[in-house]
């Protein structure tokens, strides 16, 4: 009788919600001139060029990795130290900022134009997009709702992921429940519009993973009161834990 090959396999991924928010903030400069909350939900600082030029030796501005740098002003030789460097550009001059070469990766935000060529052409360029959900209200035909939607339907098939600009912890609950969305197949638009928490905190840890490699941060400007927020949302994500992660930026 033939041998049946013995398989061992190693124990199953425990479910953790709070995996899905680790590492997941970036917090905006004007909250800077505050302490940045020390959470595991907070991934990093987003900061503008001329401030790190101006101050790079203060102590309110974090050093090197955990640093996103908002290019408003020409960056000098060598450029400071950034886990990533991000740019606002208008349609017209997407062409000249994909063409920079920086020691980080570039995420670039576009204003106007076609989401979908928009979209395709910074990924192209391996590059990071950036969506923007701070005015989901607007769900009038070519909004600022569908215009988000349209970005995250794109994003489970992109290369470099995305990067979100949120307000408000209702504001990052939809842009989890999109990328999810997205990775599904699902509606990409009912996933802003109506998230199912319950559903983001039943995902598999490798679920988890999946929407974590799209989703590579989302920006706010008042950290510590999206992080009171959500825990108030979701009890479950309360308990933070002590480890901190967040997207790759590669």
Sequence with gaps: MPSVPLVLSGPRPRRDPRALLTGLLVARESEIADPVP???????????????????????????????????????????????????????????????????????????????????????????????VTALEDAAPGGAADRAADALSLAAHGAHGVYVIAETADQVIAALAGVVASLRGDDVRDALATPDVAALLRLHPDAVEAT?????????????????????????????GTSRGGGALE
């Design 38 to 132: 020390d959470h595991p939900w907070i991934g990093g600082t987003s900061v503008r060029a001329s401030s790190v030029l101006a101050e790079a030796e203060s102590a309110a501005l974090e050093p090197g990795a955990g640093r996103i740098v908002r290019l408003d002003v020409e960056l000098p030789e060598p450029a400071p130290a950034a886990r990533a460097f991000r740019i606002d550009v208008p349609r017209e001059h997407l062409e000249d900022a994909l063409a920079l070469t920086l020691p980080a990766p570039l995420i670039v935000r576009c204003t106007g134009g076609d989401v979908v060529e928009v979209a395709q052409a910074v990924d192209a360029a391996g590059h990071h997009g950036v969506v923007d």
């Design 212 to 240: 974590r490699s799209v989703l590579l941060g989302v920006e706010v400007p008042h950290p510590a009161a999206v992080i009171a927020d959500l825990a108030r949302r979701v009890p479950e994500w309360a308990d933070a």
